[in-house]
């Protein structure tokens, strides 16, 4: 993979532990929120996967990408100005159409063997992703020890040529199994289809997840990607920083010169526009923040592939995925390329560029519906700004043990998820504390603790108790746990 050192900042800070990622048509999620789906129970006894949780049944089908009185909305008509103003060789020539792709659950076929994803990539297990059928959810682990064996062992697992992709479809059912999309980019294949050369297109999209304040199982993703003509890639070698490079070369080259140009355009309108004395912040020059490629990144729909990270309250923060889009993409949805020679590709975390620009520190806050938080970006917009957030409210956190003796049935993952669920939204974080073994009745014990916060109104230690008696009760006959 080239590396392009003029392009690079230097390392200074250690990034081997990266921070966690933020990250993407029949039936509509109306269908599912209008008809609660009941826990439906596999062999091995497991059956949270099917039911929506209900903390964020409400929250599907709110779009806040297109809303311009958040700051995930402002962020993503920025991201769409600039596309259509940058005054590129390249994009200057092209109309970028914007399509707010619905929200509906896709194909495992969209979401996965479209994009080149490994049948044993993590990504696909039903821990990490909320497929919407009880069948597939049942027979995964048999397709992954058996039915899946060939091809995963073979060199076509991650090169899905159009014939198994739909060999998989129809031997699989990939393409009747339903999920709840991992990210945007699922739709790039059906845009390619259409034969549409460039796109800017955003949605929600759904990942199991453990609820804190940097992750949320719902979340927002913009995409957008460009083919090159052979006259485009001609016309950039005749600009000095693009001769002697090859074609892939040239397309990436010209990839990371725009997103970089695309972060500067954003920041400009970063504003802070508080009156309060005491909530003061001093917007730092784009220019004096670190910022780096990490070339490492891999993606399975593009190569090479990188990630865009930059300096955040001393901590180096992931903005955005990129990467040339692999030929075997456009050869399957393109198969008439016709003067195109490649193309690039890019999808941005809306929540996390906004907690960076406008000093969020709360993923949940992009949610709320009090006026104390949305006067502060109603007119943003209009205004050319990008406000930094001004806190309103700090909720102290109520926190609750739950201590019991292990049993054989006892899963951790489970467990927390039970948790979490029975916590309505009010849980922030379940973790372990301590571990010991009792001699006498021969039985280990653990404890766990539970922090629960509110988000608008400081949580009372009765309603607290309320839902950690429910939680208890519920973990308690599931997994026949001896509460001590």
């Known amino acids: 993979m080239l590396r392009i050192s003029a392009l690079r900042v230097n390392r200074s800070s250690n990034l081997s532990v990266k921070p966690k990622p ?49 700051p995930i909305g402002i962020i993503a008509q920025h991201i769409k100005d600039f596309f259509n103003s940058y005054p590129d060789v390249v994009i200057s020539r092209r109309k970028f159409d914007f399509f707010p792709v619905e929200s509906k659950p896709v194909s495992i076929s969209q979401n996965f063997d479209e994009l080149q994803v490994p049948l044993d990539h993590v990504s696909r297990n039903p821990s990490d992703t909320y497929y919407l059928d009880p069948e597939y959810i049942e027979k995964y682990k048999e397709y992954k020890s058996k039915g899946y064996l060939d091809i995963i062992n073979s060199e076509n697992n991650g090169f899905y040529k159009r014939q198994l992709i739909d060999s998989m479809a129809s031997g699989f059912g990939h393409s009747r199994y339903r999920l709840l999309p991992t990210h945007t980019t699922s739709h790039i294949t059906s845009f390619l289809r259409k034969g549409i050369p460039q796109a800017l297109y955003s949605g929600q999209v759904f990942r199991r997840d453990e609820i804190d304040s940097q992750h949320y199982p719902v979340f927002h993703q913009m995409d957008g990607y460009l083919l090159f003509s052979r006259e485009d890639v001609d016309s950039l070698r005749k600009l000095e920083e693009y001769k002697g490079y090859t074609d892939t070369d040239v397309i990436l080259i010209h990839l990371k010169r725009t997103l970089q140009n695309l972060v500067s355009y954003t920041y400009d309108f970063v504003k802070f526009v508080s009156k309060t004395p005491s909530d003061h912040y001093e917007k730092v020059p784009l220019s004096e923040l670190e910022k780096l490629w990490d070339d490492k990144a891999t993606f399975p729909f593009t190569s090479p592939s990188s990630e865009y990270y930059i300096s955040n309250e001393g901590e180096m923060t992931e903005l955005l995925g990129c990467g040339v889009l692999k030929n075997i993409i456009l050869e399957n949805n393109m198969p008439e390329l016709g003067n195109y020679v490649g193309g690039w590709a890019f999808g941005i975390g809306l929540e996390r560029m906004a907690m960076v620009l406008c000093k ?103 309603f607290v108790n309320e839902l950690h008696d429910l939680a208890i009760d519920s973990v308690k006959h599931r997994f026949n746990l001896i509460i001590r």
Do not use: A
């Open 22 to 70: 933020f990250f993407l048509n029949t039936c509509s999620y109306q269908s599912f929120k209008s008809q609660p789906l009941r826990p439906y129970k596999t062999q091995s006894g497991l059956n949270s996967n099917l039911k929506i949780p209900q903390h964020f049944q409400d929250k599907i089908s709110r779009r806040l990408d297109t809303s311009l009185s958040n």
């Open 360 to 462: 969020i520190f709360d993923i949940r806050q992009f949610w709320e519906t009090d006026e104390r938080f949305t006067r502060q970006y109603e007119s943003s917009y209009s205004d050319g700004l990008l406000p930094i957030f001004s806190k309103y409210s700090k909720n102290p956190p109520v926190t609750r043990d739950i201590s019991f003796y292990l049993t054989d049935s006892f899963d951790e993952e489970h467990f927390k998820n039970m948790i979490l669920e029975n916590g309505k939204g009010y849980v922030e974080g379940v973790e372990f504390v301590s571990s010991y073994f009792n001699d006498k009745l021969n039985k280990k014990s653990l404890c766990y603790r539970v922090t629960y916060r509110g988000f608008k109104e400081n949580l009372t230690n009765s």
